[in-house]
């Protein structure tokens, strides 16, 4: 009978030692990852944030919406995204599935619509409901997995826009609505009778953000667009707890703000202002740091549209431009005593100013102004969105299909072409260059030109939209911010606000003729009082011109001959049509001309014009 022989016991002693080397080696690696990760401040920032500065960054688009995008909003664990805008149906995203795939489909449309454009998003602390904002001041709470309305709030306030939403950090059921007439706060157990912010006169009027504080929710941020940023205790609030002027380097200057932003940590906050460049506050050393940009015509400017800005750490922050940037500043630490300029600073007087002379980095890539920017800490990601109908991801690792060369739009009245043409010379020369990048294998898996603008018509970039917010023109923009006084930047502010005279800006008279056409009486009307000056002349004559022909149609048509007179009638209406809309046609270009407007061509301009409307006026005679 055979028998087994057992193993030899120095085998057991060689596993033990075996066993003793593999644990060792285990808490060596366990201490030496929590040491890389956590052991160190440096190493941390250098391996849980971008680097902005060193690396490129690649940029991939998403489009789904018909609209513009006015809001974005991470969930609490960066694994969901919601975007909502002038399509009044706010969408969920999966995070991984934007990153990843080729044409991502948002997870969830929400299927109770806006009445009006969104303006703000928010989640809840599960990750469970999403709500959603409008111009109105409707607040919409959805069920993201049944894409359902829990409940419609305020349905019919009168307060105005839903600007900004905010939801408590520990507690589910509070979220506090910044309306532009009041600041209230939505209890879910009770939201039929929503509690109001009462803050004293002073503090204001035209609110645009209210937001609790990370760590201790009974201070929250509130941003004015005359008081400014201040923080007030929810339990008294008849003054603020911070006020402003306990910051050194604060700017004595009156300006419009439009929105504050807490840290990460809290100990820090950002403000926005309308006109003038962003100002950084620390609470640690009570500094305020004015966020200067390059003296360059495509710097940093913030007067056409609402934006927002975001936080990639406490010391580093990112806001859009008017001018299609995305910029983005690096601030010293509390304790450090270099990394900014000082003015009137000696061992008496306190600094009059504390400023950044430059952005960290600008990213470029959008084709309009980017007016909302959100960063994802947990996804080292930066997403923004803005006039265009599709929203950006950033990141300093290359994404499956996304690309690092924009594509370039030239702003309207840069080119002579017709927006078709010019549509066709922006395709051609990125088809030359794509070709050249194929050549050498570097198009593999990165999106082309029919990837970015191909597909749906009903979510195709809306060049027209886009080019109501381009600046004036090529070298003609606005002039550094910060070197403008404050009665020409409030006269800046008040002319943007007027509709019209931003649409005299654009210098498209096919766009004023189309205008014209489809306006009504009393609106002609009334544009002909705000007008002054050659534009007003102009306004006149193509008023009393559309005025005779709507007489003279009426004449034949009640003459009784409705066969060859009616014919004849559209065949007028379309001549004067075209010739209006035609940039072939001398009115159309003294009317650029008269757009233009200088002082030394002024008889010339209009005598053309004239001479254009006398030939308009006998053709639809003869």
Known sequence: ?????????????????????????????????????????????????????????????VREHTGCINALQFSHNDRFLASGGDDMHGRVWN???????????????????????????EFDLENRFLYSGERWGTVI????????????????????????????????????????????????????????????????????????HPETPALILVNSETGGPNVFDRRMQARPVYQRSMFKGLPQENTEWMGSLWSPSGNQFMSIRRGKCPLYFDFISQRCFVLKS???????????????????????????SDHWGIHIWKLPRAND??????????????????????????LRGHRSVPNQVRFSQHNNLLVSSGVENSFKLWSDHRLPWSYDLPFERRPHGT????????????????????????????MDGRACWRDIFGGDARTAEDRDTLEMFDPRGHGDDEEDVEESSSEDSDD??????????????????????????????????????????????LLEELFNMRRRFREESSDEDDSGDDGENGDENDNENDNIESSSSNSDS??????????????????????DDEAAIEEQDSDSEA
């Not at 495509?298 to 975001?310: F, R, V």
């Not at 300029?341 to 980095?361: A, C, N, R, V, W």
């Not at 270009?589 to 757009?595: K, P």
């Open 1 to 61: 009978m055979l028998v087994e022989e057992e193993p030899p016991p120095e085998n057991e002693e060689n596993m033990d030692i075996e066993i003793s080397k593999s644990t060792n080696n285990q808490f060596k690696i366990e201490s030496f990852l929590c040491q890389r990760e956590i052991g160190s401040v440096k190493s941390v920032v250098k391996t849980f944030r971008p680097d902005f500065q060193h690396r490129p960054f690649c940029q991939k688009d």
């Open 95 to 121: 995070v991984d599935e934007l990153m990843v795939r080729k044409t991502p489909k948002p997870i969830g449309v929400m299927e109770h619509p806006h009445r009006s454009n969104i303006f703000s998003l």
């Open 141 to 212: 709470k959805h069920d993201i997995e049944t894409k359902q309305s829990i409940y419609v709030a305020n349905e019919n306030n009168n307060r105005g826009d839903v600007y900004h939403m905010d939801q408590h950090p520990t507690d589910n059921t509070l979220i506090v609505v910044t309306r532009a007439k009041l600041v209230s706060f939505i209890d879910n157990r009770d939201r039929q009778n929503p509690i109001s912010l009462v803050l004293p006169a002073n503090s204001g009027k035209n609110f645009y953000t209210a937001e609790f």
């Open 294 to 320: 390059d003296h360059n015509p495509n710097g940093y400017c913030n007067i056409k549209t609402i934006k927002s800005m975001t936080f990639i750490d406490d010391y580093t922050v990112a806001t859009g």
């Open 337 to 362: 005593s270099y990394g900014f300029t000082q003015i009137g600073h000696d061992e008496e007087e306190m600094p009059s100013e504390i400023f950044i002379e430059k952005e960290l980095t600008v």
């Open 415 to 442: 080119y002579d072409l017709s927006a078709e043409e010019e549509c066709l010379r922006e395709m051609e020369e990125r088809r030359v260059v794509e070709d050249a990048l194929d050549l050498n294998g570097e």
């Open 492 to 537: 800046m502010m008040d002319n943007e606000a007027d509709d019209n005279h931003y649409f005299r800006r654009r210098r498209g008279p096919l766009q004023l003729f189309v205008l014209l056409q489809r306006a009504g009486e009393e609106h002609l009307a009334r544009m002909l009082e705000e007008h002054d000056g050659v534009e007003n002349d």
């Open 586 to 607: 001398s009115d159309a270009s003294e009317v650029g001309d008269l757009m233009d407007f200088d002082g030394d061509d002024e008889e010339e301009d209009e005598g």
